[in-house]
């Protein structure tokens, strides 16, 4: 592997000059470099600990994103990290990992192996300020202002309240970075997190657009699944598949067959 990555000063990656004393001299990097990866640079971040709702809500952002131009930025960690990668190459992106350990760090899983080699073939970057450190509690929690500073934009699918995420998230608002957070199921300790800085003011609510109309239809009143459906012009059967996801998911409830948002931020 040493002969395979190669090096840039740090305050030459856009975004990272923002960090002031705490830029990386140095960042190490696998992949063919282009600055292009950086202009519409977003980070989507979350818990190790992901739920069903958080892989499925993390998939459809990366979509979403990636469709929109945007490059992924990820910590490359089991969890949101890995689905985010992974969600980002499926739909034809590129994304960067920013490593919490050196870039020659050699004791890495098959699975993190082949993730690495698919985001280098597709174009994007794996990155470390580290040659050859190996990973500890404290890299993670180090390299997450770079991942803030590289991205204009922050998303956070799932988060405990005191979690590495919060850190990351915590520099991208003193760097004045764009938060976006899902909200949650009140009983998931990994979107208590999310549904704080959004009830804080700290983050804007990150939703799938193709809920939007469902969301602003019960806003302020409750409806059955057929009065929705004439309301929005939708069949039947497609307004009640994604009634029964909300409701998995924990953020609209059935009560008398009329259904209703509920309200995660009370």
Known sequence: MANQFGSIEGKK???????GSRCPK????RGNWDDKLFENAAAIIGSRRMT???????EKMAAQLTAEGKTIVSGLVYGVDQTVHRACLEFGGRTVAVLGWGIGWDKLGDEEKKLIESIEKNGGLVIS??????PALWTFAYRDRIMAAMASEIYVAEAAVKSGTMITV???????REIWAVPGPVTSKVSEGTNKLISEGKAR???DRSNTDIYISLQNETLTVDELARKLGKPVEEVGGQLSLLELSGEVEEREGKYSIINILE
């Open 13 to 19: 990656v856009k975004g990272l000059a923002d960090l």
């Open 26 to 29: 140095k960042l190490w990097f």
């Open 52 to 58: 069903d709702y958080g892989r499925k809500v993390t």
């Open 129 to 134: 300020e580290w040659e050859g450190m190996r």
């Open 170 to 176: 915590e520099w991208g608002l003193k760097l004045g």
């Open 205 to 207: 609510m990150w939703m």
